[in-house]
C-alpha cells in the first residue's frame, strides 16, 4: 500500500462513524434522555433499569433515584423517562410486569419522532450519515442537528424485559462496576 492509500484510509470519514455496540451496555435512563447531543447517544444493544409507567397512549420507563449518589447528581425516581418502542403488556418476551414496577429492558437505542410517531427512527449512526452526507457545509449541518433535536427523542425499541426487585441497590452495584472497570483500564495505561 502507498503512503497516498494509507493517507486516504485514515482520513476516510467513514472510518468515524459510530460502531454497533453487539453486547447489552448497562446506561441510566439518565444517560440517554439528558444527552444534550444526539451525536453522542448509545449506538446498539443496551440494558436499562427504570420503573415502567403506562400512559393510555404508549409506555415509558421512568429513571430510578440512586440513594448513594451525592444529592447534586441525584434525581427522584420518575423524573426522567425514556419512550419504550415496541413493548406490550402481552408479549411473549415480557414477564409479568405491571404499572410502576421495576424492570430491566433490554433492547436497541434510536431516535424516535415525537411529531410523527409512526415515521422510521433513527440511529446515532444514522444521524451521524446524514450529517457526513452535507459534508463541510456547517450551516446545513447545524440546520439538521437542530430539526433532530426539535423533533426527535431517545428511546428504547424493547426486545425483552425482566421483572427485578431492589431496582436502587442493582443500579448502584453496576455503576460501582462501571467505575472499578474504568480504574482497571486507567492503571493499565
Same mark, same amino acid.
Given at each position: ?89 402481552? $408479549? ?49 449541518? $447545524? ?42 483500564? $486507567?492503571?493499565?495505561?
Amino acid at each position: 500500500m502507498s503512503d497516498v492509500d494509507s493517507a486516504e484510509s485514515i482520513n476516510d470519514p467513514a472510518e468515524h462513524l459510530p460502531k454497533y455496540c453487539d453486547f447489552f451496555k448497562h446506561l441510566l435512563v439518565e444517560e440517554l434522555v439528558l444527552e444534550p447531543d444526539y451525536r453522542q447517544i448509545h449506538y446498539g444493544k443496551c440494558a436499562v433499569i427504570g420503573r415502567l409507567c403506562a400512559i393510555p397512549d404508549y409506555f415509558k420507563l421512568e429513571n430510578v433515584t440512586v440513594p448513594h449518589l451525592p444529592s447534586d447528581y441525584r434525581l427522584p425516581t420518575g423524573a426522567v423517562s425514556l419512550l419504550l418502542l415496541n413493548f406490550t403488556y402481552d $408479549s411473549p418476551s415480557v414477564e409479568s410486569l405491571a404499572h410502576a414496577g421495576y424492570c430491566i429492558v433490554r433492547g436497541e437505542v434510536v431516535l424516535c419522532n415525537v411529531q410523527k410517531p409512526n415515521s422510521p427512527t433513527l440511529t446515532t449512526r444514522g444521524l451521524h450519515e446524514q450529517l457526513l452526507q452535507l459534508g463541510n457545509n456547517e450551516q446545513l449541518r $447545524s440546520a439538521l442537528l437542530e430539526k433532530v433535536q426539535q423533533t426527535h427523542r431517545p428511546a428504547l425499541s424493547v426486545w425483552h424485559t425482566n421483572r427485578i426487585d431492589q431496582a436502587e441497590e442493582l443500579i448502584q452495584r453496576r455503576l460501582e462496576i462501571r467505575l472499578l472497570c474504568k480504574d482497571s483500564i $486507567s492503571w493499565g495505561q
